[in-house]
């Protein structure tokens, strides 16, 4: 546990003095062509958008066709930009510029393309085409480098399609599970079907493991989908942490009596036990400066006039701290426990997911810190929220993210964007830093 971990977002720790002006105000080091970023993007955009990209927003769900298409776009601009290119076993699409000694370890970079139903623009674009820009770039301005560089486009980040996330990434960092693949989706596909329509082989998937000693690092460029850098109005920052989420599903089980003929004394309402559950939640998140979030609630029977008989509702609780969020999630059932008892409700609470959080390697941070202010990029670090490959890649190798700015803290959503200077901005850093870091 570090102290940090009570400070929400690292708001005193801005690293360089506020440069306006945006990219005009940056030496020219390693440029990047501003342009073809842009147009890589928005080309990507299109594959899975509905007329209207701002209403509708993109659609690749992992492994559909709309995700093949985006990924077959991918693999093209890497060949296109001299990579080498592969795909491994489970799907993961690596594109290679090979370093002066083959056999140093690899610097890895990248995100993913696959959106969740209705997403943006950006969500894990920025983060691979951004590195392919990047290390076209290095490439073209004939940067010598001592380790390769790979970027990844990992395969089903979201989870979106199948319940389940990060599989490329666990894939590559040993914790993909054989049950995945039996895992249906909406239309009673299994993972496994899937892959093979996708042409990969879900037997071989353990061939995709990559070992520590290959790897020095991984470094994910990403849209922060907060409002922290628009509210410090910065384009970048650097991120010290991940909050881990675990999901806990709860269930509630009273009795449905007649909402006249009951007298307030005399009944087992599941919803009144939830509202206290809830605020409980929301108590305990303030008090442990995590979050917590009950987004999803089913009562049952349904009707106006009935007492709510059966409750079902998500609890979705997260700190960067593994301890404190133990025990945020402990006094979370606990208060599930009295709650029912109090109220004479039958209570079920089942994990349904948890991962660990996770520290960004402070080699990292520093190394992106330096690039921001050789850059004279603005930036402060600030923890992350949401869920990333990241968060799997740090099981084998150092791990760092450089965030940038989203509108209105707006994702998961056709209204998501990120200016175009400031996707600028982030892949001018990430080359900076995949310079200092392959060199
Ligand atoms: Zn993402």
């Known amino acids: 546990m570090t102290d940090r971990s009570y400070i929400p977002y690292n708001e005193e720790t801005i690293v360089a003095e506020l440069v306006k002006g945006g990219v005009n105000s940056l030496i020219a080091t390693h440029q990047i062509n501003q342009q073809r970023l842009w147009d890589t993007l928005m080309k990507l955009g299109e594959i899975g958008a509905g007329s209207n990209v701002t209403e509708e927003g993109v659609t690749r769900l992992s492994l559909s066709l709309e995700d093949l298409k985006g990924r077959q776009y991918v693999i093209d601009v890497m060949k296109e930009s001299g990579l080498e290119v592969r795909v491994d076993s489970v799907g993961n699409i690596i594109g290679k510029l090979e370093g002066a000694n083959p056999d140093a370890p690899v610097v890895m970079t990248g995100s993913h393309v696959d959106t969740v139903l209705q997403g943006g623009l950006f969500d894990g674009?920025?983060?691979?085409?951004?590195?392919?820009?990047?290390?076209?770039?290095?490439?073209?301005?004939?940067?010598?480098?001592?380790?390769?560089?790979?970027?990844?486009?990992?395969?089903?980040?979201?989870?979106?399609?199948?319940?389940?996330?990060?599989?490329?990434?666990?894939?590559?960092?040993?914790?993909?599970?054989?049950?995945?693949?039996?895992?249906?989706?909406?239309?009673?596909i299994t993972y496994g079907e899937a892959f093979e329509q996708a042409g990969f082989d879900p037997s071989l998937y353990k061939q995709a493991i990559r070992q520590s000693k290959d790897l020095k690092a991984y470094v994910e460029l990403h849209i922060e989908q907060g409002k922290v850098l628009e509210e410090h109005e910065l384009a970048v920052g650097i991120v010290t942490d991940i909050q881990g989420p675990v999901w806990l599903e709860v269930t509630l089980t009273g009795h449905p009596d007649h909402a006249g003929a009951t007298p307030m004394n005399m009944r087992k309402d599941a919803s009144l036990a939830m509202a206290e559950v809830m605020l409980e939640v929301e108590r305990l998140a303030t008090?442990?400066?995590?979050?917590?979030?009950?987004?999803?609630?089913?009562?049952?029977?349904?009707?106006?006039?009935?007492?709510?008989?059966?409750?079902?509702?998500?609890?979705?609780?997260?700190?960067?701290?593994?301890?404190?969020?133990?025990?945020?999630?402990?006094?979370?059932?606990?208060?599930?426990?009295?709650?029912?008892?109090?109220r004479s409700v039958k209570a079920e609470v089942d994990i349904k997911k948890a991962v660990d959080p996770a520290t960004c390697s402070s080699e990292i941070v520093d190394v992106i810190e330096a690039s921001c202010l050789e850059l004279s990029v603005p930036t402060m670090k600030l923890?992350?929220?949401?869920?990333?490959?990241?968060?799997?890649?740090?099981?084998?190798?150092?791990?760092?993210?450089?965030?940038?700015?989203?509108?209105?803290?707006?994702?998961?959503?056709?209204?998501?964007?990120?200016?175009?200077?400031?996707?600028?901005?982030?892949?001018?850093?990430?080359?900076?830093?995949?310079?200092?870091l392959a060199k």
């Open 287 to 342: 008090k442990y400066q995590g979050v917590g979030t009950v987004g999803k609630v089913k009562v049952e029977p349904g009707g106006v006039n009935i007492i709510p008989g059966k409750v079902a509702f998500s609890v979705d609780l997260r700190h960067v701290d593994k301890e404190l969020r133990t025990s945020m999630v402990n006094e979370v059932t606990n208060a599930i426990t009295s709650i029912s008892t109090k």
């Open 383 to 436: 923890q992350c929220g949401a869920g990333h490959d990241s968060l799997m890649m740090t099981n084998i190798t150092n791990m760092g993210m450089i965030f940038v700015r989203s509108k209105d803290g707006i994702s998961h959503n056709p209204k998501e964007w990120t200016e175009k200077d400031d996707c600028v901005v982030g892949t001018r850093v990430l080359l900076n830093t995949l310079v200092k």
């Open 125 to 188: 674009a920025l983060g691979v085409l951004g590195a392919v820009e990047a290390i076209r770039s290095i490439k073209e301005s004939g940067i010598e480098l001592t380790h390769s560089i790979e970027v990844v486009s990992f395969t089903d980040e979201e989870g979106t399609r199948f319940g389940t996330g990060y599989i490329g990434s666990k894939g590559m960092s040993g914790y993909l599970d054989e049950k995945t693949f039996q895992l249906k989706d909406a239309n009673g």
